[in-house]
């Protein structure tokens, strides 16, 4: 089986990630932050480790600005129903996912005015073009940082400068990227950062989360739940103080605990070495499928995009392609449009969607050989089987 | 004779955590235990140490710029 639908999620995951997740249902299962009692304490032991390991990932200072959600989504849900209103002005790029376009259609039917710079049809994104839109007053510049389509990356570091120029904050979609793509909040001038942990960084699924920098106006981000924290338990009202205030309820603590470890593995091989793995696995796709009469590729540029790439083809629609991929090559991968419209419509292949290969750190040079093989082949013959 | 304790209180779990780090780092014997009834209704948890380190521990919190409630000696 060759496994190419890690955009979707990772796999397989480092084995140390399943023994964390173990060892916390054996040893420790205990609610963290809760009784008090030893096993709790472990409990909440891990959940504070987790948000050091994160934090010096993305190099935010201030462990407790790691916020916990479900995955991506959770985090930027919090971050735009948190803090947009009625009035708001915000600015995002033609590449989004629904995680992000979907809250903010919802935002924008409560009197939030909604800016889409649409951006190159490699899916790139001029952070002058994104200026040019930013002399309106902005309340917040959200990208995705690495597309889940064509895996085309935006130059985050320039599109933050431009956000806070115009004194508007800047959320990332690092829902690709975190684990893959070296990402530093302070020298990338970002102020909300959302990943997952199921992906990049080789966590289990039901794990992500937001991590707010020190420009947010923490009181003025609504919590998008409530309820009890463990702390400030004499009080009917929400705590005022992070991570709490955003985190009510049982979290997702042996999820976690396979995170911490996810993020270990990634830190333990280092992110330049992942990333030169990934960009070979690129090249290999791209350099194979360019070759394919009658493929038509959907990837970043060179040097600016992930081992996620898409296609399509003249002679079969992309879900009869992924199912015969499966079927005759046990080949996985993902088609159709990928949570992502705006995406698709950027790069011209909305509505009928792609073909998506993502490889991950676990794919090797010989995989991609066999898929662009398979490929070819139901390329040519793809009416006659 | 019976060793005497302080403890430091937190408004959250994970602050207690990270005051727990911070006292570890300088070996400074910490325990974190659930807040005594009589301190606070709260259903947290602070770090207890012995109180000949209040002072250190203290000046650690401050230097550290760790927000902690108060210490107080049980």
Redesign the interface.
Known sequence: MIYLDNSATSFPKPSAVLEAMARFTNEYGANPGRSGHCLSVDAGRIMYEAREALAALFNQRDPLRVLFAANATGGLNQALLGLLRSGDRVVTSGMEHNSVMRPLRALEAEGVRVVVAPGASDGTLDPDDLRGLLSERTSMVVVNHGSNVNGCLQSIREIGGAAREAGALFLVDAAQTAGCVDIDMERDNIDLLAFTGHKALYGPQGTGGLVVGERVPIERMRPLVYGGTGSRSEFETQPDFIPDRFESGTPNTIGIAGLLEGVRFVRETGIAAIRRHEDELAAGICRGLSTIDGVRLFAGPEGRRLSTVSFTCDRLAPSEFGLRLDEEFDILCRVGLHCAPAAHTTIGSFPEGTVRLSAGFFTTQEDIVSAVKAIRTLAKNGESS | MKEEYCVALF?????A??G??LCRGEAIAVK????PRHL??????CLRFPSAHEERVRALFEGKSLEFDSIVRL
């Open positions: 408004h959250s779990t994970s602050l955590l990270r727990e780090k974190l235990i659930p807040v606070s209704s709260d259903c947290g948890v």
